[in-house]
């Protein structure tokens, strides 16, 4: 993966781990009470190893060594932009129906906002790799994979996944937040501009969505209003957001060359 032209480890990529740890640590400082309640759980003076959240540790370590991955700033600094954006929309829209709510009662915390930015970072790395990965099975097998395959995936896919959403959010119907997200859904599964990297995209956010609703709805930091943990559609809406945001990414960056700002448009898997 790793070659001259595209370093695992950029000049970059010290600065996006310096933000993140202090991204981390300005948390960890402005709400205070809530880490104090996450460490009294833990009996220092004992067995600590027993008591420690291993799996907050490993997603904490995963996520530190994928943002790290061939960072560019010029690009990245969209994509957290994007992030920070779309995760209050839909941590707005969550909990304002009623969806999901968290344990401290906000409606959203702003606590937990920074982590939709780092978690994109993170789908975007992993998404890059398995793009890499096919394009390398390509070339050894000389054989390119179909050009169906991936749009009839596509489509069954976000078919299923329109169709299990409907199904989820129907108690909320009457409420504009649910309307507007039905429709942006709706028209982004419709206007696909890259089959290919649609449905890796919506992989890699599955694929890391998961481990996060396996944390957060085990330790109800926070619950859906079917007390599921995790519910299958919060996991597949991690993949629809990472589509959204990689959508939005692309647009704003147009629109930005447009202006005659030379900022690099996000195509994953270059």
């Given at each position: ?184 859904c709706v028209m982004l599964i419709l206007t696909p501009t890259d089959h290919r990297m649609a449905l890796l995209t919506f992989l890699a956010g599955i694929g890391l969505g998961y481990f996060l609703e396996l944390w957060g709805t085990t330790r109800q930091c ?49």
């Amino acid at each position: 993966m790793e070659n001259k032209n595209h370093p695992l480890w950029t000049r970059d990529s010290s600065i996006l781990l310096g933000g993140f740890f202090v991204t981390i640590i300005l948390i960890v400082y402005i709400w205070w009470p809530l880490a104090e309640e996450v460490l009294a759980l833990i009996d220092w003076n004992g067995a600590w190893w027993l008591y420690m959240d291993w799996l907050l540790l490993g997603i904490f370590i995963f996520m530190s060594i994928t943002i790290v991955a061939r960072a560019n700033i010029k690009t990245d600094v969209l994509i957290v932009f994007v992030g920070i954006c779309g995760g209050l929309a839909i941590e707005s829209w969550g909990t304002q129906t009623n969806l999901w709510h968290y344990y401290t009662a906000e409606r959203p915390p702003l606590w937990i906002i920074p982590a939709w930015p780092i978690a994109s970072l993170s789908i975007d790395r992993i998404t890059r790799f398995m793009n890499w990965a096919i394009q390398k099975m390509e070339t050894q097998t000389q054989q390119p994979v179909h050009r169906s395959i991936f749009p009839a995936l596509y489509w069954i896919t976000f078919a299923s996944f329109m169709t299990l959403m409907l199904v989820f959010v129907s108690p909320t119907f009457d409420k504009s937040y649910t309307i507007l997200a039905t429709i942006l859904c709706v028209m982004l599964i419709l206007t696909p501009t890259d089959h290919r990297m649609a449905l890796l995209t919506f992989l890699a956010g599955i694929g890391l969505g998961y481990f996060l609703e396996l944390w957060g709805t085990t330790r109800q930091c926070w619950t859906y209003y079917t007390f599921e943990t995790p519910p299958l559609f919060a996991v597949l809406a991690h993949g629809m957001a990472a589509v959204a945001f990689w959508r939005a990414g692309l647009l704003v960056s147009l629109m930005l060359e447009k202006l005659g700002w030379k900022t690099p448009i996000i195509v994953r898997g270059e």
